[in-house]
């Protein structure tokens, strides 16, 4: 092993700063206690909007979607309105372990698949179509496959058989677990990142087993985040004086109360129309359109010139901006208003992938979860999930009080990546 220092990051996908600041207090996660108590703990915001895609590519980059070039886990082809699946080959800028000198292991980070060649390990997280594309170098695959190591968990099963997806979930953790202590024990690295992702997972479906003692699941879920701790005990016994242990999540999660069409509300108020007698997508939408939304909450302008059948001129383009943020601005459902912020591309994002952004990104109160789906039959709904993501919410946690002197109160997912590159690149 080096004697140089070290980089650890320890990556919660979708934990809440609350959320692991209590699990803490609570002694479920004793080890994350300690780390918290010699260390820095702070809230971090997330990316705009709050999806894991988005805020990892920007964690792992140091840099707004308006550089990396990803702003979603759907993206248009430019020009049209056919939905394309960005991948780490769309990334624009080169992430940190391409600028560390010596050897990494990047673990189960999502959206980036496929790997890679690079000076060590990667192992991409989830969308991962393919095991082989997952891993680099591929001599390691036969190994992880006999640790029983998978990329992601089902997510189907939890609609149609919960015992087997929890069991499905047990065993990637478990097995994740396996893989990081022969990869950390065979590789002379210099930085190390695995991220836990079925907490993404777990909370989406079973938030309500997070809020409720008595839910049949609620111990389960907390043993989920016990095991995890165990793994952050383990790391932190491992690693020297001088290494850096780096924990944080990309955005946060919260009760979901309603899931919210934002395509059916642009229909009924005229912003949206299809081909007459067509099926309500994207790709049958009509000239009268003048604005339509994909995931979670991007709005497009519909722009002559831009799109196949656009509509509005660059002289129009404001007014219609205006109009939408004053439709989302009185938005309320049951009373309660379900637009919490409303962004311009050019106030949150800079650089030369603007172009591609939305024009609008709509931030949801609490409890709405904003949908782009074409096809919804009202304005709100309930589906099978009981949390959503939110902004800001992540966290930050460094083992070392001095190391965010330099950090503003409430850094970001792009503050942690710079941070992150810039210790790779010295080490
Ligand atoms: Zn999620």
Redesign the pocket.
């Known amino acids: 092993m080096s004697e140089k220092p070290r980089t650890v990051i320890v990556g919660l996908?979708?934990v809440p700063f609350d959320m692991l600041k209590m699990f803490a207090h609570s002694s479920i996660m004793p080890n994350t206690q300690r780390l918290i108590d010699q260390g820095s703990f702070r809230p971090m915001r997330s990316s705009i909007p709050e999806?894991?895609s988005v805020a990892w590519s920007s964690i792992i980059t140091g840099v707004n979607p308006a550089e990396h070039g990803i702003f979603g886990f759907m993206d248009l082809v430019s020009g049209s309105y056919k939905m394309r699946f960005p991948n780490f080959q769309d990334l624009q800028v080169s992430p940190f372990w391409y600028s560390c000198p010596g050897q990494a292991v990047i673990m189960n980070v999502p959206s980036t698949y496929p790997v890679h060649p690079m000076n060590g390990v990667h192992i991409s997280g989830f969308v991962s179509l393919d095991f082989e594309k997952s891993v680099h170098p591929p001599s390691i695959v036969p190994q992880l496959r006999r640790l029983g190591y998978r990329l992601d968990v089902d997510a189907q099963k939890a609609h149609s058989a919960m015992d087997e997806f929890l069991e499905e979930l047990h065993a990637s953790l478990e097995a994740r677990i396996q893989a990081y202590r022969y990869l950390w024990d065979n590789y002379d690295w210099q930085v190390f990142m695995l991220t836990f992702t079925g907490t993404?997972?777990l909370?989406?479906f079973l938030f309500d087993a997070y809020e409720d003692p008595d839910h049949q699941h609620h111990g389960f879920f907390l043993d989920h985040f016990r095991t995890i701790d165990q793994t952050i005990g383990e790391i932190v016994d491992k690693i020297s004086g001088d290494d850096v242990l780096i924990m944080l999540s990309d955005?946060g999660?919260e009760r979901l109360q309603k899931d919210v069409y934002v395509n059916h509300l642009l229909a009924s108020e005229g912003f949206l129309a299809f081909q007459p007698g067509s099926e309500p997508k994207l790709a049958n939408i009509s000239s009268a359109t003048k604005a339509f939304a994909l995931d979670p909450g991007r709005i497009y302008i519909n722009q002559k010139g831009k799109y196949p059948a656009g509509s509005v001129s660059e002289k129009d383009k404001d007014a219609c901006l205006k109009d939408l943020q004053q439709l989302f601005c009185s938005l309320e459902i049951d009373g309660k208003q379900v637009i919490k912020h409303i962004y311009r591309k050019q106030d949150i994002y800079a650089g030369p992938c603007l172009d591609q952004a939305a024009d609008l990104i709509l931030l949801a109160d609490k409890g709405f979860n904003l949908k782009g789906s074409m096809a919804a039959e009202q304005l709100a709904g309930k589906g099978p999930f009981t949390?959503?993501?939110t902004y800001p919410d992540a966290f930050l946690l460094l083992n070392n009080k001095d190391l965010l002197r330099d950090f503003t109160d409430q850094p970001s997912v792009i503050d942690a990546g710079k941070f992150i590159k810039s210790r790779v690149s010295r080490t």
């Open positions: 996908d979708g999806i894991s993404d997972r909370m989406h955005h999660f949390g959503k993501h």
